[in-house]
């Protein structure tokens, strides 16, 4: 039968793990102002040291900062630790390693390459951040996308500095343990000493939200306004962060984007993982230990190996995360995460906390273009029928006609896209919102992203709309450069300036707005109302009320 997307089928999962292999194309340069504005060396005190930093264009810029001590040898698949103090001032100028991963899914301009000690972070606030200046300002956390095994806090699509210029706040992106070092699972064969492995990788975003407490005053940020922010696999951890309740002191807010996670992994299928690779290594479950010795190049090349041999099986299908084994994710471990993010409810722990959600109108063409499957934007009707009923069966013609009465004119190729699309990112999305709303407290505030990118599928005329990840220049307002993810549309600027104001006036106080754009009310069960983003934004009552329907009755989306 014809999959859904050419080598990849309609998986949630896979979907955004792969999102970081396209999204090099992020590495652009920054706005000229801000490339070509003189720069001068700043330094700031710190719990741990000295930093020296650059300042450029109004913005004081700090990269590369260790929160945390090493991973590795024999803090390999442990829960990370606090960077120790430093003598003398510490360079940082330069970006700093990141996670372990095949070099070509680093993105940042001038960035190390990939290793084990990468518990590091940048930050960027307004020039002459300090305690000196009048009340704290909000500070937006951010975690980069690239699914749980790619990706860094150095893209330079990600840059904080337009943000912390043009809306007064204290950007933070961090790098941290990804893949098998991130999330590999020890507690069947390790037992105590290894009770806390398996979400490892979200305990490094953890020790780095205790570092935004313990120094972020210091840079102007205020530690009773976080924000906690992130794009696909960085709305995946931002999800999983939510549910925590040992975290809940440390954020006031949530945006999760295009990365909802309803459930994770168990521990029954993370053990599975877990034999699984040690199988892909030669080593025996009763040799285990053998693991902490291997060089991190074999790490990852047997990684790569069960992810091949995963999706040449078929694997799963359901989310950002499978949840059958042989792939890499948070885990409901009892502990740090001791329930799934949002089932059977939403989290009681984050009640008072206000959430956006949401995603693109046309998430899936971004995979589209990655598998280079040309075929997915020129189907026919019967095409259209053979990639839907791989995995609806008898119930595809009913999905399609219940998708074209909400889409007039809408071509097969359309129908397909918006399928693909709802059921990666909104279905989890809706049910989240849903949750949250139900639980009758702080708000929930749900939009679609409806920017049209005019970027073109390479080699083609097909233009990939508003797809995957092309709400990150948007949202960082780096969309200078024609070259990024949100194509060079004239408009593309005032598109961008009414989204970040969004996002940074939900970080500020809790309710997204923009100046000359329509009130955004809150999500609840009776209206749906929806913020459609665009360079004239629209509020819209139950959206998506027909994909929501039908895929509550095909496919309820419990799954990450």
């Not at 040309?374 to 008898?394: H, I, M, Q, Y």
């Not at 709303?437 to 233009?463: C, H, L, W």
């Amino acid at each position: 039968m014809t999959p859904l997307i050419r080598d990849t089928g309609m998986d949630r999962r896979r979907l955004l793990a792969g999102g970081a292999a396209i999204a090099g194309t992020l590495a652009i340069p920054m706005a000229a102002c801000a490339a070509d504005a003189p720069s001068e060396a700043v330094e700031i005190q710190v719990a741990e040291g000295r930093l020296r930093g650059v300042r450029t264009g109004g913005v004081d810029a700090y990269k590369g900062v260790p929160y945390g001590a090493s991973v590795s040898g024999a803090a390999r698949f442990k829960p990370a630790r606090p960077a120790a103090p430093w003598t003398g001032v510490f360079d940082a100028t330069k970006l700093g390693t990141s996670s372990l991963q095949d070099p070509s899914t680093v993105y940042g301009l001038n960035e190390p390459p990939p290793g084990e000690d990468c518990l590091v972070l940048n930050l960027w606030t307004p020039a002459g951040g300090g305690p000196g200046r009048s009340g704290g300002k909000p500070v937006m956390f951010y975690s980069h996308g690239g699914g749980y095994t790619t990706g860094s806090g150095g893209s330079t699509a990600q840059d904080g500095s337009t943000l912390a210029r043009e809306h007064d706040v204290v950007v933070v992106a961090t790098n941290h343990r990804l893949g098998v070092l991130g999330y590999l699972y020890l507690g069947e064969l390790g037992g105590a000493e290894y009770a806390g492995s398996g979400n490892q990788g979200l305990s490094d975003i953890v020790l780095a939200l205790k570092w935004v407490q313990r120094n972020i005053a210091a840079f102007g940020g205020d530690p009773g306004n976080v924000t906690i922010f992130g794009e696909s696999g960085g709305g995946a951890k931002t999800s999983c962060l939510y549910a925590m309740p040992s975290v809940a002191p440390l954020f006031s807010k949530a945006i999760i984007q295009s990365g909802p996670v309803v459930r994770v992994t168990t521990p029954d299928v993370a053990a599975q993982t877990t034999r699984m690779f040690l199988e892909q290594l030669g080593i025996a479950p009763a040799d285990w230990r053998k693991v902490l010795d291997v060089p991190a190049p074999q790490i990852l090349a047997a990684q790569k190996a069960l992810n091949a041999k995963v999706k040449s099986d078929g694997g799963g299908w359901r989310g950002i995360q499978s949840l059958t084994p042989g792939t890499y994710g948070p885990i409901v471990d009892g502990d740090l995460l001791p329930r799934h993010p949002f089932d059977p409810a939403a989290p009681a722990s984050a009640a008072d906390k206000p959430l956006m959600i949401g995603w693109l109108d046309h998430e899936a063409a971004f995979f589209a273009w990655q598998n280079k499957d040309v075929e997915a934007f020129r189907l026919d009707e019967a095409g259209l029928k053979a990639r839907l009923s791989v995995r609806l069966g008898d119930k595809t013609q009913t999905a399609i006609d219940t998708l074209r009465s909400d889409r007039p004119g809408a071509t097969p190729s359309d129908l397909y896209l918006a399928a693909l699309s709802y059921y990666s990112m909104g279905a989890g999305s809706v049910v989240t919102a849903e949750r949250k709303a139900a639980q009758g407290a702080a708000p929930v505030y749900v939009y679609n992203i409806a920017y049209r990118s005019n970027r073109k599928m390479d080699g083609t005329d097909i233009e990939l709309g508003a797809m995957h990840a092309s709400d990150i220049p948007l949202v960082f307002n780096t969309v200078a450069s024609p070259k990024t993810l949100a194509g060079d549309r004239a408009d593309r600027f005032e598109a961008a300036r009414n989204i970040s104001a969004m996002w940074a006036n939900f970080a500020r106080t809790g309710r997204p707005s923009a100046p000359g754009q329509p009130a955004w009310p809150a999500y609840d069960l009776k209206t749906r109302e929806t913020m459609v983003l665009d360079v004239a934004c629209k509020v819209v009552p139950d959206r998506f009320g027909a994909e929501r329907k039908l895929w509550a009755q095909l496919d309820p989306p419990t799954a990450g």
